[in-house]
């Protein structure tokens, strides 16, 4: 019985050894290698020239691309013509000491929508390391308004992103900044980081830091009253505008 025991005690010892030695070679492989800028333009040459959904590969390496072009901006300050030369755009960046930066890709929806485009974000910490992150939004987004927010780095980026036949989407939304990490989910505009409406002119007064939203076609689109009623707005009938005034870190209707 004595010599059983031993037997199983060796034998479990073993197995947590194989188990501890596995788990350190797993921990010592080398990390995936930064892509190249030619790698990346490739890919986005593929992408630009490709519809959504048309294959399972075309989608993986929309989303693959999408992360390593992540990885390669927390190791890399990209220009507006270097982000070119990626096949991307620099589409809008704050003049503060964040700099705060939006890379825009595109490709196809294969439908009204026509272009697609896909933001990710990048920004530098006080010891000025860069940092990168893809944010879950379709929208090119055009400017980026620092809020006046005690306490907090809040960023409002606006843009706009062609819906169908009836609709041009515009989009307010805010990412907070805190050091190596960026916030996407925030509640300012109700609990939701994000307002779009269709068409409708979206506009920053940063000096109120108000923000007027003006519809630019007779006709609302009822899915915008929905929204609307989601983030605790209201437009009162007849009304073309709509103004939002910051408070506390939240967008507040004050009209």
């Excluded at 755009?89 to 929508?113: C, I, M, P, Q």
Aim: aromatic share 8%; with cysteine.
């Amino acid at each position: 019985m004595r010599c059983l025991f031993l037997y199983i005690k060796k034998t479990i010892y073993c197995i947590i050894l194989l188990a501890c030695l596995a788990t350190s070679a797993r921990a010592q492989q080398p990390a995936s290698p930064a892509p190249t800028a030619a790698e990346l333009k490739k890919n986005f040459a593929t992408i630009e020239a490709g519809t959504e959904g048309e294959s399972d590969d075309f989608d993986k390496l929309t989303t693959t691309t999408a992360r390593r072009l992540v990885t390669y901006l927390k190791a890399h300050e990209v220009s507006a013509a270097g982000a070119k030369d990626l096949g991307v755009e620099l589409s809008a960046e704050s003049a503060d000491a964040s700099h705060l930066k939006v890379f825009t890709y595109s490709l196809s929806s294969g439908g009204t929508r026509g272009t697609i485009h896909k933001p990710v974000l990048q920004w530098q910490n006080a010891a000025g390391q860069h940092f990168a992150y893809a944010v879950d939004e379709e929208c090119e987004f055009t400017e980026i308004h620092p809020l006046a927010s005690p306490g907090r780095a809040l960023y409002l980026l606006l843009g706009m992103e062609k819906g169908d036949g009836q609709c041009d989407v515009s989009q307010a939304y805010v990412v907070e900044l805190k050091g190596n990490y960026l916030l996407a989910d925030n509640a300012v505009f109700g609990k939701k980081s994000s307002l779009s409406l269709c068409n409708v002119d979206m506009q920053l007064d940063a000096s109120r830091q108000v923000l007027r939203i003006n519809q630019t076609r007779n006709k609302e689109i009822s899915d915008d009253a929905l929204r609307l009623k989601e983030r605790d707005y209201r437009r009162k009938p007849g009304a073309k505008s709509l103004v939002l005034k910051l408070s506390g870190g939240r967008f507040v209707q004050s009209q």
